[in-house]
């Protein structure tokens, strides 16, 4: 295995290296006044909406498509489609609602969606920024616009999944709630809360000599599970590896068992290490393949470490344990001594 960068955890206690890496931080920590502010921004969008016209079936496009699907698809009376090119498929007319994200610069490709979507009839909802061309090419009787104002593509989609369920699509949202549950996580994860007791440099602490393997059980947390491993590659750079039970576990399984007598400092090995992602969900089949990892990591010597955010809604639970995974990314970023990587 390859030599790697040393992590030193000292790095995380000390005033000096935090008041650099402040900058970083503090934008993890303002997650929940974006909210705050995101549904403030929206409140007149969010209040024309509502439960009239139904529609046939539900077309999300943009940022955090995916996440709107993973809240929606168990609930939503309706068929519910993530679309992940640009276009429409065929079959998308005036009975059909395009939902589109774009929190951030819009790309030409879902400006021609959006532009598709209007001439087809379809009722749109757009969450983006003022100046944003969306605004310019949706604009029809039968678009809603989400005003935008911080660029953050979660708070988007927490503002327009609270729109869903104004028009009984999608299970309630308590915006205030999913903020709160991620101001609870900057204050645990804060740089001046000592390493025993911050999950984060937890986290960090047990990837910093290790090639991640980042596993979540429900939907949700497999998706948070992506945008960890996102950010540990970017904090680290090296790889990190997010997918489900049955792919890691030959990863897991072909570790070589450590030699007694090496010499830790010659040549040190790249082991892998298994952060797990606990959101609470504890369905038989996913307590079945935890089941699985762990007692593969425990045969092979891997070390575990667990992610938990297990209070409050679904959406509550994703955003917290999201927040905590990518904190454990920037002070690993931080133990390397790579202060210039963001996630």
Same mark, same amino acid.
């Given at each position: 295995m390859a030599c790697m960068t040393v992590f030193d955890d000292a790095l995380l206690e000390d005033e000096r290296v935090l008041a650099a890496a402040d900058p970083v931080l503090r934008h993890l920590a303002e997650a929940g006044s974006r909210l705050r502010i995101e549904a403030a921004a929206a409140e007149s969008g969010l209040a024309a909406l509502g439960t009239d016209d139904r529609p046939r079936a539900v077309i999300a496009v943009g940022g955090e498509a995916r996440l709107v699907r993973a809240l929606l698809e168990p609930v939503c009376p309706v068929p519910f489609v993530a679309w992940p090119v640009a276009g429409l498929?065929?079959?998308v007319g005036p009975l059909d609602l395009v939902v589109i994200l774009a929190a951030e610069a819009a790309e030409p490709a879902l400006v021609a969606t959006a532009r598709e979507a209007v001439r087809r009839g379809a009722q749109v909802i757009i969450a983006c920024p003022d100046g944003s061309p969306l605004t310019e090419h949706a604009a029809s009787s039968s678009t809603i616009r989400l005003v935008t104002r911080t660029g953050d593509s979660l708070? %988007? $989609?927490v503002v327009m999944l609270a729109g869903l369920h104004r028009m009984e699509l999608g299970p309630p949202v308590a915006i205030e709630q999913v903020a709160e549950a991620v101001d609870d996580m900057a204050r645990r994860c804060s740089p001046y809360t000592d390493l025993a007791t911050n999950p984060g440099k !937890?986290?960090?602490? $047990?990837?910093? !000599? $290790?090639?991640? @393997?980042?596993?979540?059980?429900?939907? *949700?947390?497999s +998706?948070?599970? +992506? +945008?960890? %491993?996102e950010g540990l590659r970017a904090a680290s750079g090296r790889p990190a590896l997010a997918a489900d039970a049955d $792919? *890691? @576990?030959p990863v897991v399984e072909g570790v070589t068992e450590r030699d007694p007598f090496a010499d830790p400092f010659d040549d040190p090995e790249v082991r892998p290490a298994l952060v797990i992602l606990d959101d609470?969900?504890? !369905? %038989?089949?996913? +307590?079945a393949a935890r089941g699985r990892l762990l007692a593969a990591a425990e045969r092979h010597d891997v070390r575990v470490t667990v992610v938990v955010a297990d209070e409050g809604a679904d959406i509550d639970r994703y955003a917290a344990l999201l927040q905590q995974g990518l904190y454990g990314c920037h002070y690993l970023a931080i133990g390397l001594g790579r202060l210039g990587n963001r996630t």
């Open positions: 498929p065929g079959w708070s %988007a $989609a !937890e986290m960090a602490l $047990a990837v910093g !000599e $290790a090639q991640p @393997l980042v596993w979540g059980g429900s939907v *949700l947390a +998706r948070a599970s +992506r +945008r960890v %491993a $792919a *890691l @576990l609470g969900n504890t !369905e %038989a089949w996913i +307590r």
